[in-house]
């Protein structure tokens, strides 16, 4: 079964801290997304990857960074963490063609005190 | 731009009754269509897409959505629920020739089936 594995189901930082979200597919995709889900907004791109090294910004990058150094793993980097950063965090993955579906993780649901 | 419009935040439907989720968009160029779920503390899954031909699409657990040009519309329907289709679904939408940096999706609409 394909699998997008977030590396935390639940975590709690203080603000300032730098915070690492990890997300590992093992489906040899080509494209990998991170997402922010909030209450009554959706989900909100924060930045896609499209190959190793390579990375967009999604519609909200402001105070994230990621990193893919592997085709794998794709990390979300939040500098210095804010309470306005809390908030559910999904993973996707996906080929690379435009119609094709995304395989999303299980989310982490970081909380920023 | 594209943008995606769920009409409903929620819907509170009784066990076998059915149920319609509206989906409107707009876009000014050809489009490619999707409802995903996401069921209570899971990441979202795929329930169907519409990328060409036949406007009335088939998916899983029973789930079919119609595209209409027309009235840019791509409501999700079921002709009975269960209780195990409470979930939040989510309608999306890209653009022919774009990439999935583009995939917009819309605020989601809580399905809520009671006994």
């Known amino acids: 079964d394909v699998k997008v594995t977030q590396s935390s189901r639940y975590l709690v930082k203080r603000t300032g801290e730098k915070v690492f979200l990890e997300c590992v597919q093992d489906m040899d995709h080509e494209n990998m997304f991170w997402y922010r889900q909030d209450p009554g907004l959706g989900l909100r791109l924060i930045y896609f990857?499209?190959?190793?090294?390579?990375?967009e910004k999604g519609d909200i990058p402001e105070g994230y960074s990621v990193s893919r150094e592997k085709k794998e793993r794709f990390s979300l980097i939040l500098e210095s963490a804010s309470t306005n950063q809390t908030s559910m965090y999904l993973c996707a993955s996906s080929r690379r063609q435009v119609y094709e579906k995304l395989f999303f993780g299980s989310g982490t649901q970081l909380s920023v005190l | 731009a594209q943008s995606v419009t769920q009409l409903d935040s929620q819907v509170p439907v009784f066990e076998e009754a059915p149920v319609e989720l509206r989906c409107n968009y707009s876009s000014s160029v050809s489009v490619y269509l999707f409802w995903y779920v996401q069921y209570p503390n899971q990441g979202l899954q795929l329930l169907l897409k519409y990328l060409s031909g036949s406007t009335l699409v088939k998916g899983i657990n029973g789930f079919e959505a119609e595209f209409n040009k027309s009235q840019t519309s791509f409501h999700l329907r079921k002709p009975s629920v269960h209780i195990s289709d409470t979930a939040e679904y989510f309608c999306a939408v890209t653009s022919y020739g774009g990439s999935q940096g583009n995939l917009i999706f819309g605020k989601g609409t809580k399905l809520s089936v009671k006994p």
């Open positions: 990857s499209y190959d190793v090294k390579m990375k």
